[in-house]
């Protein structure tokens, strides 16, 4: 459809209307005219992109300028719409792969607001049609992730389908009945209700999304650019036992058609609380219906500070108007509901220059390409590298350097280059050379069968040592406080370590030798190594740095295992029916204890009184076998030491609400999220004197609270 010059020409067109935007803005009639075709154009280019070829060439907010640009300048100038407009239809993201089928109401976009002034002339406008003084709105948490629209008849689910065009969807009912919190079935009949469609968004959670990706990255894969991308390939999967892999989640949050007519709730809150009550999973508990739009604006900002405490992806804030009788007279457009609009948050894309490739070692010996950019903001941050992860990644996407680039800053792949912008390509591009030796420590590189990445097996390589040192000292791992980069590279210069053994074994006169060590410093130093011995062999195991053993795989290994040695001659076999242990992953676990440097290691470590095996508490203590789940903030500890209390005890510890838990401890200001699903789920919710209660005799909790207090992070 495009040729690569016209592309080029395209992409050149869009940086420059961009850049003029305030121009276009104040454009007289003849020049409206000219912009409007050009704005069309690019903008028509950007769809085939985006929903044909999914391979966006510029972030959504961008788009989202262009969008409205031009929609506002066919506003001011009516006589220049043209009947094939994108601002005339939405556009299609059908890919032919299912059935398609026909919404009962259209399925549209909404329009967007970025300042708290375009809220409030969506307010001046909604007032004006409806003569009403002051408007109640519902304004609820807008999700990043796919439309669906679930059809019910008879109480039972007949259909469900992707947003399509707005008119016409793909049908992908046996995939989303693989989604859990899609009821099969819903008693609709007690409100009267014979047929229903409901709009929603399928999603992963972040707590998913991150355990995909980390295990993903523990076996070599590219991890996913982010949730949404995973949810829309996820349900295009044509085996569904496959789509119930991905654990994906689905939020209701619309009704969109009924029949009878008349049974339709008769204000959106009541519509959602409706869904709400017959167990869909619904945003009713963020929901806020609000007096006018000063308490809109305040709710909007409100949820942008914390977003990021959000179990999902959010981009935004849904803004309606609350009551259904004024939906006709506010009416639509062609491209959404007058009633209805979408405050953005900060974007969280932007397109940049990548200027060079730098190649890093890490502590397994993976040579990781990481890329420079040119300093771009995004989401209020400035980005200006981006991980390139291997050699297969940046073939995929024909990544060069000097090439203009889509980056994403999002979820726990912080930054991701989205996707290479080829047709801006002027041809001094260069292609990205992989090196065939150490950047280290010069040894030859190599790629072991079956795996992406090129690495240094140089077991002694300087680069691997330190970073293997900085791992076992982390919070995640030993917690060893002041165990820092610097420090760590301080003490290898010196040759007082070669590993995390040698840790144990120094002195506090080895360690005022450090640049910048007092005395003081050097005795806290040495403390916290001795304290860290006492850590749960979960963490031991993690610490040590075994390819592709997270923090998720160590804790199943060490739930598994009463010593550390269990692990040496334990059977391939074994290993494998370790639930979440594959094979790659218990091959390398065999592969780490066969090897001789790494047992006189660990001797080390047990010789100078690291715990490596499971205390009678563990393996007997009062919690055994019961999973917590901690809310809010406690005033006895963070909920990460609570954890390791819990897992100290016996018990396990989990950060999501599921059937398996069996106290939800609630603290301070609790998130209603993990209320809601407990009480959905019937799960027991104590308070924290109650958890202290259980684990009193076991625990100094007063050394628990003076330690939060000398941290600073008591009341």
Known sequence: M??????????ELTRRLLRELPKIKDADLEKAKEYAELLREVIRYHDYKYYIQTSPVISDYEYDQLFRTLRDLEKKYPQIVTPDSPTQRVASEITGTFPEVSHYAPMLSLDNAYTEEELRDFDRRVRELTGLDVVDYSVEPKYDGAGIALVYRDDLLVRGATRGDGETGEDVTNNLRTVRTIPLRAEFSKFGIKLIEIRGEVLISREEFKKINEERMEEGLTPFANPRNAVAGSLRLQNPAEVAKRKLEAVVYQVSYVEPEDRYPKTHYEAVEMLHLLGFKTPFNDMKVCKGIDEVIAYCKEWEKKR????????????????????????????HPRWAIAFKFKARQATTKLVSVVFQVGRVGTVTPVGKLEPVQIGGVTVSSVSLFNEDFVKEKDIRVG???????AGDV???VVEVIKEARDGDEVPIEFPENCPSCGSKLVKLPGEVAWRCINIACPAQVV?????WGSREAMDIRGLGEATVKALYNKGLVKDVGDLYYLKVTDLVRLPGFAEKAAMNLYRAIQESKERGLDRVLYGLGIRYVGLTTAKKLAQEIDSIWDLKDMPLEKLIRIEGIGDIVARSIREFFSREENLKVIEKLEKAGVKLKKTKLEKEGPLKGKVFVFTGTLRCCSREEAGRIVEMLGGIFSNTVTSR???????QDPGRTKLTRAKQLGIKTISEEEFLEMIKGYVDIESLRREKKREGTLF
Request: glycine share 4%; net charge negative; aromatic share 14%.
């Open 661 to 667: 838990t069996t106290y939800l401890v609630v603290g």
């Open 414 to 416: 912080i930054p991701y």
């Open 467 to 471: 970073l293997r040192l900085k791992h």
């Open 308 to 335: 990021d405490e959000y179990p999902y992806e959010l981009d935004g804030m849904v803004v309606k108007v609350n009551d259904r009788s004024f939906y006709e007279v506010l009416g639509f457009t062609s491209h």
């Open 403 to 409: 090439d203009l680039v889509l980056v994403e800053r």
């Open 2 to 11: 495009y040729t690569p010059e016209r592309e080029r020409e395209l992409i």
